[in-house]
């Protein structure tokens, strides 16, 4: 009796096993609702950032200068990371997109960041980590229109005001 349930049961085992992967199958194929201009755009400002990236640990201001809006509060964001480039003879730099928030042609990508400024008569370098929003403007073409928070650039004006005396 016991013998004719178990070979009883391995045939149903079977047939409730293939089932269920079928029933998986199915469920897995649903089509994508992802629209693919909004791929493409996703694509297009995780690039910008990169590029952003490789501009400044490549030290290449070319590209900032032709990213960057012509405004006076990026204006001085440039003279920053020049700064940076003639301080600092090696810059590591490591971004961490954490959300992409679109309004129409405005973006914003807050990141995570942390980094390493060495010059060559430091033993250690300097690291530092935070937390900004980048602001970009643009659907095809993006352009950078503000930076927000705790920005890796300009880390040479802020080791300079750490490394001043404190007057009392």
Known sequence: MIA???SRARPLAC???LGLIGL???ACSKASNINPDDAARVRKIDATVERIRQAYTGKDASV???LFMPLDSLRKLEEEIQRDFAVYDRIALDLTIDRVMVDGTDVAVYFHWLGQWQRATD???LRERGHAILRLVGHQTLTVSG???DPPFGMADR????DRPRGR
């Open 64 to 66: 900032f200068h032709s």
């Open 24 to 26: 998986v199958a199915v």
């Open 15 to 17: 047939w409730t096993v």
């Open 147 to 149: 930076v927000d928070g």
């Open 4 to 6: 004719w349930i178990v």
């Open 123 to 125: 033993e250690q370098p």
């Open 159 to 162: 080791r300079i005001q750490s």
